[in-house]
């Protein structure tokens, strides 16, 4: 293996006294986790590119992954890589950016109120999106209206002239603001006017097929990927990409060849015939039921089985939460309700209420004791899988797949 000799090594002063090869260069700071942050400030500065922001409560990795798969196709960028989109991981990416870069495509995820905005004072943002304002991180921002003042973070952080598309057809869009700023707002949707009009969406094999209307024009789209949900979120890359002067035929083949990120509505075949749908990598009440509306498209014919668990972090909302996921699935009824963890049982229980066969609801606390029950499940069933981070539910897909 060839050895590679570091050229620089950036420690603690605390750590001073550690001895390195004699062409090493040693700087020693006080804060490295501060240095980190001037270092990508000033390469930020040395590389001057376009800085694209995309945030919401649902959709927002799925958005940034549709929209790198039409701009890397023209030029070189830098984008959020996995879950790693809050304002720590930023210097990361900054630091990556050299002079063959022309786009700094971010992703902003937040924990808190102020996160997006820290992000925004630095990269200052030329062109963004909010996909929808949901209930995703309720219980530690204290409420919706604080979802709200999170989201406008992003427009409030942007660039004088900058461009932001917002969602038509969510509520709590519309109470983002642009009138005190110098920026841009323009609207995807479907069943509202938008500018980027999305119709006639229906199923394919391989994911959704729907027309685009733009300027009075209309536009045939294909994505490899499934639910009215990854539609919209196609309809918030389809604008971004527009403002940025790429042709419709530029963002077409893009997103006909955009990757899913991972755990989101992966298909994977399990054993006995069934099809795994996995979609573990996070859970909120929008994005849950949004993963049930593919459940029952896809299955068809076959045994629905919906495997569902704790949603984290929806403080005050927790009991409304869960209960709109019962109702959903008490008019939407699948053969099989499973839910697994400690709150999850919540949603068996509001679903039950409003009519759902309480003999097709059944609860467990653990993975286990699921997977017992899994292991049984007829032949050809169809099987989604949603729950938080911390419930690691692709474990479950790992062991029912096949082979």
């Given at each position: 293996m060839k050895q590679v000799r570091p050229l620089a090594v950036v420690i603690p002063s605390r750590y001073r006294h550690l001895s390195f090869p004699a062409e090493t260069a040693v700087i020693q700071v006080s804060d490295p986790y501060r240095s980190f942050w001037r270092l990508g400030l000033w390469n930020f500065r040395q590389y001057p590119v376009k800085t694209v922001a995309i945030t919401g409560s649902a959709g927002k990795s799925t958005t940034t992954s549709m929209v790198a798969s039409v701009l890397k196709r023209r030029y070189p960028i830098v984008k959020t890589e996995g879950n790693l989109n809050t304002a720590?991981?930023?210097?990361t990416y900054l630091c990556r950016l050299s002079s063959k870069h022309r786009v700094l495509l971010l992703e902003m995820g937040m924990k808190s109120l102020g996160n997006i905005a820290k992000q925004c004072r630095v990269v200052r943002p030329q062109v963004g999106a909010v996909t929808n304002v949901g209930e995703a991180h309720y219980g530690s921002v204290g409420g919706a209206h604080n979802i709200v003042k999170a989201k406008q973070e992003l427009i409030d952080g942007m660039r004088d002239g900058g461009v932001v598309w917002l969602n038509a057809d969510n509520d709590r869009s519309r109470k983002l603001r642009t009138e005190h700023v110098n920026v841009s707002r323009y609207w995807f949707g479907i069943?509202?006017?938008?500018?980027?009009?999305?119709?006639?969406?229906?199923?394919?094999?391989?994911?959704?097929?729907?027309h685009v209307h733009v300027n009075g024009r209309t536009y045939s789209f294909t994505i490899p990927a499934f639910g009215k949900h990854n539609v919209y979120n196609a309809l918030a890359a389809i604008g971004i990409c527009y403002a940025m002067g790429f042709s419709m035929a530029e963002i077409q083949k893009g997103l006909s060849m955009f990757k899913q990120p991972h755990m989101r509505l992966q298909l994977v075949k399990g054993v006995r015939g069934t099809l795994l749908i996995n979609d573990a990598?996070?859970?909120?009440?929008?994005?849950?039921?949004?993963?049930l509306n593919v459940l029952n498209a896809l299955s068809g014919n076959r045994k629905s089985i919906a495997v569902l668990g704790d949603m984290k972090e929806l403080g005050s909302y927790t009991q409304q939460a869960y209960n709109r996921v019962g109702d959903y699935i008490a008019r939407h009824p699948v053969d099989q309700l499973v839910t697994v963890g400690r709150y999850a049982n919540l949603i068996a229980r509001r679903a039950v209420s409003k009519g759902f066969n309480p003999q097709k609801a059944v609860s467990f606390r653990t993975r286990e004791a699921a997977l017992r029950h899994l292991l049984r499940a007829p032949s050809g069933s169809v099987i989604y899988f949603k729950a938080s981070r911390s419930l690691h539910f692709e474990k479950l897909v790992k062991q029912l797949k096949a082979g």
């Open positions: 720590s991981f930023l210097p069943d509202q006017p938008a500018h980027v009009q999305g119709s006639h969406i229906r199923y394919t094999s391989r994911g959704m097929s729907f990598w996070n859970a909120n009440p929008t994005s849950m039921i949004a993963g």
